[in-house]
């Protein structure tokens, strides 16, 4: 089992020739997730020899170009390619007949169940969870309604701790109870103390994602103690008023957050392509929340690791 | 003046990592054209140093995916790099409502004049000129209607012949006269023959599109001695039956219209992903038109010195 983090696109609006517009792949204890899909999304996923048809859940933040643009394609191909497995699309509304036009158009009819669930990017709730993850969305505030999105894993099971286990009289049947940090009183009578038998659960690992959003401190509670967070840094501060206007956050003003929020690392991309280097957002971000980097596309991080 | 091809995507509706999906960029007497416009087109055009804000036609064949779902971000991409010079996209009726409503739901208006030319894939007829150039569509044979493009340089002017005209008695004002091919009399009723005073002009070149399509003879006419024909090659031999089912076509089909249309040279492209080598399709169709060759993501290719 396994959290890791890939860029496919860490640009803003206008792509350029090193960054791709937003996209990232998450695996996440072996569900494969896709969060935003800017243009070209597929052919990252090609250069970076990732497994696409693996992917089963796809979040959309919001629907400026530069973060989906690359789904219509993408679906296209994953149907081309043979996929009989269902996927579920995660965004706004208006999403689900922009695709569907577009694949009907062609003549083509996907051989794999497309589902859409439609996000507001105004309320904060759960919207997948199964026995090993949780996924949640969060409204970040930008020109147009736009969600943020938090994959955390579920709390783990404890550790058995074999050498206590043997010769106890504790059975087989009895050690699922033990894992979910349940006491066993077996047929005879006998008590057994899960603390006796067991060791705490590895801890549970969480990521969050903030791309587009202005400063905005409402979002801490959503994000407060993830182990890493990614969050938008389209500006630098002297272009802060740029920022404001646009909806857009400032590396320094993302650190602010990181900070509030007590998170493990910060990540910051969607940088805009003004800006020819990376040594103003890093230095900026530092001053208020040290362990931050600028994430470059094919750039993978273990967030378990963190 | 020149007459320019940019390959920027040779492959077929599954892009792989060495081929994206349709589009070309032709530069005919400074007129700057983008044939179909796949998804990654604008990556596409950055890479190879394009300045793609000098595009003023947009040519779509047809609404499968990998010939425009990268038409919107181009676009997108214009606008925000603050483009004001306005578009002309010739393409299927549809395609106007899809680009518009993807634009319109980002909450971004254009500040360029987006205007739309409606092609209905089943006739032949001349859809812009100017005084250099001409572009003509006809219909291909596909799964849904597929448009061909011919783009033509018009006869060119007749060259002055300097040291004939000197001391001859020839005025400035009628020097148009004679580069358009017509004799001059002058005010004092002097006689000039324009033969005695010009060279035939330079020959005019031409470059044909034909992609999406089945084999289809029908075309030869709309593509008869153009200076280059690129035609579709998803298949080879041993698989033209898949050609014939999908309304593709195979290398030496390819090869036997360019031959029946006596055109100067070959160009191959929209290969398929299953093929790993261009070997076969090379072979196969020089056995029927020796001068071809396979297209290459990159490829520029000369028209006017064909």
Redo the contacts between chains.
Sequence with gaps: MSFELTILGSGA?????RR?PTAQYIVCNDRHILIDCG??T??QL??YSIRFQRISHILISH???DHF??L??LL??MH??GRDKGITVYGPE?LEN?VR??LE????RLDFDLKFVKLNGKESKLIFEDNLIEIHTFPLKH??PTNGFVIREKTKERRLISDAIKDSGLLIEHLPKLKRGENVVDEKGNEFDVEDFTWPPHPSYSYAFCSDTRFDESIVPHIKNVNVLYHEATFIEKDADRAKSTFHSTAKQAASIAKKGEVGRLLLGHLSARYESIDVHLEEAKTIFENTCVVEDGDVFRIDEE
């Design positions: 609006a206008v792509p350029t020739f791709n243009e070209g597929q052919m090609r250069k629907l400026h170009g643009f690359g219509v394609g296209s191909t081309l390619m208006e922009i036009s577009q158009i062609s003549g083509d020109r147009i």
